[in-house]
């Protein structure tokens, strides 16, 4: 195991480019590429990665929800996942879209997940083999979920409002920008999608970023108790919700907090700021 990764709480969940190169025809896991660009799968992955979605396969098309569990029984057994499977995720952004696609593994009750640290970059970086070949697995029957765990790791606009009144944790993990209301998206993207900028009152601005080395790889167990737990203050047992614009950049920060920090109930709000921003009479906070 990578020396880094035994300082975790669940050091498990993360693994590097060495062993997941080890690993490349280990039947007893599925490799899944979740992207920002969703082209970028077609012009080179990891040999064996299937490539998942994270719109187009775990979204509902039509009604802002995730899909059914009839709808994700059927995503896993297309790609020759069983509830058996360990699913190992990587991709672009420094595994933005990777945790986000991880994160809505777990609503629907599969626990065996892992993300490469470092995401496609480092993999890239590093001289690891690329392929353009897709890979073919065989149908399995993957079983219906029972229901999805929205109550566990999932939080609503109701849920955040009630934080926010309430006084409890509430992360910000949108840029500094986004957070003090000077923009509404990131700095590099088109400035649209929602009404009004600002952050959810009682909120605290810790971006996700803060969490990430250079080359996209997690920070150091150390490094991060410093920034959630010294600077921030938060607490093993606090029940604690973060948000960004639509949920990907905070499901990165909801991977940090509930397995390499270990704390007991971390929501990721995917509603964000898209919502919060455009909803009727919800309030505002600007500044920083």
């Known amino acids: 195991m990578n020396p880094k990764f035994s300082h975790y709480a669940h050091p498990e969940a993360l693994v590097d480019g060495a062993w997941l190169q080890e690993h490349l025809n280990d039947p007893a896991i599925r490799i899944v590429e979740s992207n920002e660009d969703v082209l970028l799968y077609d012009t080179g992955h990891i040999p064996g990665a299937v490539h998942i979605d994270w719109r187009g396969d775990l979204q509902d098309n039509v009604q802002r929800d995730y899909i059914s569990p009839e709808h994700f029984a ?14 190992v995720f990587y991709g672009d952004k420094s ?60 939080a609503f606009f109701a849920d955040t409002l009630a934080h926010s009144q309430g006084r409890k944790p509430l992360i910000d993990v949108r ?11 990131m700095p590099e993207y088109p400035q649209e999608g929602v009404l009004r900028g600002g952050h959810v009152p009682g909120a605290k601005s810790v971006p996700w ?14 490094e991060l108790r410093k920034i959630y737990t010294e600077n921030l203050g938060l607490k093993k047992d606090d029940d604690i919700i973060a948000y960004c614009r639509i949920g990907e950049r905070s499901s990165h920060t909801w991977f940090v907090l509930t397995y390499l920090l270990g704390y007991d109930r971390v929501r990721n709000y995917d509603g964000s700021w898209t919502e919060w921003g455009n909803m009727v009479r919800a309030p505002i906070e600007k500044g920083s």
């Open 74 to 87: 059927a995503v896993c057994s297309k790609n020759g996942i069983t509830p058996d499977t360990t699913v």
């Open 209 to 222: 970023k803060t969490a990430a080395n250079d080359d996209g790889t997690f920070k150091s167990a150390e």
């Open 95 to 154: 595994n933005w879209w990777s945790a986000y696609a991880l994160w809505a593994f777990r609503l629907f009750g599969h626990t065996k997940v892992k993300l490469l640290d470092g995401g496609s970059a480092k993999w890239k970086a590093e001289g690891r083999p690329l392929t353009r070949e897709k890979p073919s697995f065989a149908p399995t029957k993957y079983p219906v979920p029972a229901k999805r765990h929205d109550a566990d790791i999932r």
């Open 175 to 185: 840029s500094p920008g986004e957070f003090k209301g000077e923009i509404t998206h």
